[in-house]
């Protein structure tokens, strides 16, 4: 198969790309849309690691713990699309920096 | 365990059921309560009387433990227990004697004069009585502690009945303070009783006078912190004496007794002057086997006695209200009392606080039934000429009063007497320094002479001073019938221990009645006699005579029923006219000091306001300055610096996303360090 010539190495490396866009999107942008499409891709980002090393050890547990992930990544969404609206509904933005009140 | 001990709970149970129907039912009972008080103390002065009957019988002594508190097992145990031994029984009888007549008198005073709060007045006799019955029957020091304190609180009560005046409630304050401030001492003293002995005991040879007796010989040894056996020993009794100085008005704890006349009469006849003041002396002669150990302790008990006995009786002189009088002549009594006690005279101290009881009851009560003649006048020179209007009252109220003067025969000659010759004997056998409290004690007898019959002359003698005196209000058979018995006692008393008649017929008949029955060995380590021993070979007290006993005898009692004699002619000779003087006027600056009281009161203020007062505020000072300081020191340095920090909680997320971002890459590099990747 073709997937066997490709060393575990390379998934690392995609792995490790994806997670530093996510990073960076978190850390720059302002608009929440792209916050929770960041962490999206800061969550799929490990995925590929644990199917990666699930196919690289013939071990169906990390594929199966991808599941949950992404199941747990689409109740992210779901509350951080909810909280996103209520913030618009406060702020009339969703620009997260403007959300500064609820500290001391 | 013969049937009357199986009864002897029941002593102490009659005045409490009293209490508790006066308390709650009192409004409806037949005379608010006092016909319950009477039945119950004279339930309890049957009782009483044969229990006395049956140990005078049978020297069957009673000592058990009736209910334990906590079972410590092993350790100390704390229990309530009941003795019954010669000490107890005739106290026993003491005590419900005068809280019967008490009770019938109050009939007198406080029913018929229409005063409010009977059933409250009632409940706080019974209870009174009660608790004094069980600090009689007490078997170990706690238990006499917690009924020693009962009764203060039941004092407190009654001298602050009228409580809707000014006076009453502060005199029932202080009294409630100053006994209060000794009786510290004791609970100090018997918890250090406990922790030394293991036991609080009185009798017999698992008793702590006799484990204290055993650790003096060296036969067992106690933890005595460091000092001296007797050292040790002594600190212990001191602490105990500071309650019974408290208790029975003993220099400089006698403040309060004065104030306490505040109170309805007879309260003052029973509280106050017959028997909760007596449990001071009554608990150091109950455990007068572990005072005998310690002549260091007996010499300050003598000279305390003594002094007060002198101090008080001075004050006496001036005092121009009846009560006042008496109030302080009981202070000096009880000196008398003290001092038998300091100078080994075990017999004298209670035969005195026998008579003292009975002949101080009477003078109170008759001073109430002239209180209640003169429409609650007090003064004496509101008074005058009463004699031929209150015949029962005068007769007996004299026949009272020539006791408390000590003139032959009536009874408080003959234990005054007693008093005075065993503190001569042994300070001639060897111990001078208690012929300064002789001397204190013979000088008390003239002033006793004097004030007792200035008292009796300006209340009964000469023409009526006031409009009340020429008519006054007649009394009732309730006041009379009590006067009466105790005037026939007052009399008659002295009977029980005629020790020097006895003496000067050569000992061919037994007159000294109460000696023998004191000093009879019943097995419990607590007669007499065993004291006697215990004061030779530890206190050192030994008898020395001038010529012989009999010389001695007469000398002593020749020499204050002479002083007696010269005090009350003279009071005669100064206050018998028809319009007597005010004669104490001429003192000047001695009587405004003894109107004062030697300003022992402005004294007691002053350390409470000027002393206590200070050192609490400078503690109050160091507490809020400096161990309150240096704890909100320590937390102003977090609350500044957390100030400080939270300023990084700045709301936006993007913030926290970088700082954990930053410190993961921080640690990152920490672990390559030290794993030494890099």
Not at chain 2, 78 to 104: E, K, N, P, R
Not at chain 2, 627 to 638: E, F, L, P, W
Request: with cysteine; proline share 3%; aromatic share 12%.
């Amino acid at each position: 198969m073709v997937l066997e010539t490709v060393p575990a190495e390379y998934y690392l490396v995609l792995s490790a790309a994806v997670f530093c866009i996510g990073l960076f999107g978190v850390l720059t942008r302002r608009n929440a849309m792209m916050f929770l499409m960041s962490v999206e891709l800061l969550l799929n980002a490990a995925n590929v690691n644990l199917v990666a090393f699930a196919f690289y050890w013939g071990n169906v547990t990390g594929q199966t713990f991808v599941l949950f992930t992404m199941a747990l990544a689409a109740a992210e969404v779901a509350v951080g699309i909810g909280i996103i609206l209520v913030l618009h509904r406060n702020f009339d933005d969703v620009d997260v920096t403007d959300a500064t009140t609820l500290k001391w | 365990m013969a049937l009357i001990y199986e009864l002897t709970p029941a002593i102490v149970f009659l005045p409490l059921a009293s209490f508790a129907l006066a308390l709650f039912f009192g409004q409806w009972m037949p005379k608010k309560g006092a016909v319950a008080g009477i039945l119950a103390t004279l339930g309890t002065l049957g009782l009483s009387l044969v229990t006395l009957g049956w140990l005078v019988l049978t020297g069957e002594p009673h000592d058990a433990t009736w209910y334990t508190l906590v079972d410590a097992d092993g350790a100390v145990n704390l229990t309530f227990g009941i003795l019954i031994d010669q000490l107890s029984a005739a106290m026993l009888v003491i005590v419900s004697l005068i809280a019967f007549l008490v009770h019938v008198f109050s009939l007198g005073y406080m029913n018929d004069e229409g005063e409010p709060g009977l059933p409250r007045y009632y409940a706080g006799l019974g209870l009174f009585t009660a608790s004094m019955l069980a600090f009689v029957i007490a078997d170990n020091l706690f238990m006499a502690f917690v009924f020693f304190e009962l009764v203060g609180l039941c004092s407190y009560l009654l001298i602050g009945h009228w409580f809707g005046e000014d006076a009453p409630p502060s005199a029932a304050k202080k009294a409630f303070l100053v006994t209060r401030f000794g009786d510290y001492f004791f609970l100090v003293g018997v918890v250090g009783v406990l922790v030394t002995f293991g036991t609080a005991g009185f009798a017999g040879s698992e008793g702590f006078p006799a484990l204290a007796e055993q650790a003096l010989t060296g036969e067992t040894s106690v933890n005595t912190f460091g000092l001296s056996t007797e050292g040790w020993f002594s600190v212990l009794g001191l602490l105990v004496l500071g309650g019974a100085l408290g208790k029975s008005a003993q220099f400089p704890f006698h403040t309060w007794l004065p104030d306490a006349m505040e109170g309805p009469t007879p309260v003052s006849a029973l509280i106050h002057a017959a028997t909760m003041v007596a449990a001071g002396v009554y608990l150091i002669a109950r455990i007068y086997g572990f005072y005998a150990l310690l002549p260091t302790v007996l010499g300050v008990i003598a000279f305390v006695g003594g002094f007060t006995a002198l101090f008080a009786a001075t004050m006496a002189v001036v005092k121009n209200e009846i009560k006042q009088v008496l109030a302080y002549s009981t202070i000096s009594q009880y000196g008398y009392m003290m001092l038998a006690l300091g100078a080994g005279g075990y017999v004298a101290a209670f035969f005195h606080l026998t008579t003292h009881a009975i002949f101080k009851a009477l003078l109170f009560l008759g001073a109430g039934s002239v209180i209640i003649a003169m429409h609650h006048e007090e003064d004496m020179w509101e008074m005058g000429g009463l004699k031929d209007e209150m015949r029962t009252t005068y007769l007996t109220f004299l026949a009272g009063s020539l006791a408390l003067a000590g003139i032959f025969p009536f009874s408080g000659f003959w234990s005054k007497d007693e008093v005075l010759f065993e503190t001569l004997v042994h300070a001639l056998g060897g111990s001078p320094l208690l012929f300064g409290a002789y001397a204190m004690a013979l000088s008390a007898v003239f002033l006793t002479g004097f004030y007792t019959i200035r008292m009796v002359l300006l209340s009964f003698h000469g023409e009526p001073r006031s409009d009340t005196a020429e008519d006054p209000h007649g009394v009732g058979w309730n006041v009379k019938f009590p006067l009466v018995v105790l005037g026939a006692l007052a009399v008659v008393a002295g009977g029980i221990n005629l020790l020097p008649v006895e003496k000067l017929l050569g000992g061919s008949l037994h007159l000294a009645f109460l000696e023998g029955y004191l000093g009879q060995d019943i097995g419990l380590l607590t007669h007499g006699e065993h004291y006697s021993e215990l004061l030779h070979d530890y206190a050192g007290y030994r008898s020395e005579y001038i010529g012989n006993e009999v010389t001695t005898i007469l000398l002593g009692a020749g020499l204050s029923l002479g002083l007696a004699l010269l005090g009350a002619v003279s009071a005669y000779g100064l206050y018998r006219g028809a319009a007597p003087a005010r004669h104490t006027e001429k003192l000047g600056g001695v009587q405004t000091l003894l109107m004062h009281n030697y300003y022992q009161d402005e004294y007691q203020v002053w350390l409470a306001e000027g002393l206590t007062v200070r050192l609490s505020a400078a503690a109050d000072t160091f507490d809020q300055g400096v161990i309150d300081g240096t704890v909100n020191a320590v937390s102003s340095v977090s609350l500044f610096s957390g100030g400080r920090i939270r300023r990084i909680q700045s709301g936006v997320v993007t913030n926290y996303a970088a700082l954990i971002v930053l410190s993961l890459l921080a640690l990152l590099v920490v672990f390559a360090i030290l794993g030494g990747w890099l």
